[in-house]
């Protein structure tokens, strides 16, 4: 199974509807092509802030396997205030957590998408943006 990806910047729901596989945009971005993106958030939400927000879906999935949900607020602010030894500790407990092979990423590729989330999340509230997330699991 093919998945494809994104996290972005927008600055509201209606904005999402340009989003998505073979869609161009100009919305900062970063790939996470090959996760469940939504399990990722609850998992990362929970190993920097100890709790989990419930995901807001902006595009709910449906039977074409596309959605897009709104990353919460609460991983938001701990992505963007991390460290690199917060982020680091986050992506290795999040890459041996893989239950299955599909699932599977090494820590440092792990590593390389929280770093980048990181600055994604850091620019939002000075360019008045949200984070978000679409994904493509067909």
């Not at 199974?1 to 919305?27: I, Q």
């Not at 609850?42 to 920097?48: I, K, M, S």
């Not at 596309?66 to 602010?77: K, R, Y």
């Not at 792990?110 to 679409?134: F, H, I, K, P």
Request: charged letters at 20%; one cysteine or more; a negative charge.
């Amino acid at each position: 199974m093919a998945l494809l990806g994104e996290f972005f910047l927008a600055g509201d729901d209606e904005s999402t509807v340009r989003v998505g596989p073979r869609k161009g945009h100009n919305f900062p971005a970063v790939p996470c092509d090959g996760i469940y993106p939504d399990e990722a958030v609850l998992r990362w939400e929970t190993l920097l802030t100890g709790a989990e927000s419930p995901l807001r879906d902006v595009v709910p999935m449906t039977n074409d396997g596309f959605t897009v949900f709104a990353v919460p607020e609460p991983l938001c602010t701990a992505l963007a205030d991390a460290g690199r030894d917060r982020l680091q500790a986050a992506a290795v407990a999040w890459a041996e957590s893989a239950s299955a092979p599909d699932e599977a990423i090494p820590p440092h590729g792990a590593l390389r998408l929280l770093e980048r989330l990181s600055v994604l999340a850091g620019s939002r509230a000075e360019r008045g943006l949200s984070l978000y997330c679409w994904y493509f699991a067909p």
